[in-house]
């Protein structure tokens, strides 16, 4: 069993930074893939970036290459994503998400991960 809490959310102007951070609980943490998705209002959830457990891996939505990078610390049970050059098409609610098989962030179609947290809001401003 995994336990997800995001903090990180906020206001930012387009063109902004945020860092969105997700703590997780577990002693085996590290054997969870991590994911971040999204939905924005009147949108279908979309997948943002994975990780793999050992943070060796990272597999990024095509909208957000280049601007957010995902990483981890296994150390302290962290998930993070650094989100750069932020748009407003980036407003959404950010999930963190826990699974223990990386292959179901990368597959075909939208993952649907074993794990979700609460979300935290993301609000780009133009």
């Known amino acids: 069993q995994v336990q997800l809490v995001e903090s990180g959310g906020g206001l930012v102007q387009a063109g902004g930074s945020l860092r969105l951070i997700c703590a997780a609980s577990?002693?085996?943490?590290?054997?969870?893939?991590m994911g971040w998705l999204r939905q924005a209002p009147g949108k279908e959830r979309e997948f943002v970036a994975a990780?793999?457990?050992?943070?060796?891996?990272?597999y990024y939505a095509d909208s957000v290459k280049g601007r957010f990078t995902i990483s981890r610390d296994n150390a302290k049970n962290m998930v993070y994503l650094q989100m750069n050059s932020l748009k407003p098409e980036d407003t959404a609610v950010y999930y963190c998400?826990?699974?223990?098989?990386?292959?179901?962030?990368?597959?075909?179609?939208?993952?649907?991960?074993?794990?979700w947290g609460q979300g935290t809001q993301v609000t780009v401003s133009s």
């Open positions: 998400t826990a699974d223990d098989n990386y292959n179901n962030y990368v597959g075909s179609g939208l993952p649907r991960p074993d794990y």
């Open positions: 577990g002693r085996t943490f590290s054997r969870y893939a």
């Open positions: 990780i793999s457990g050992r943070g060796v891996i990272t």
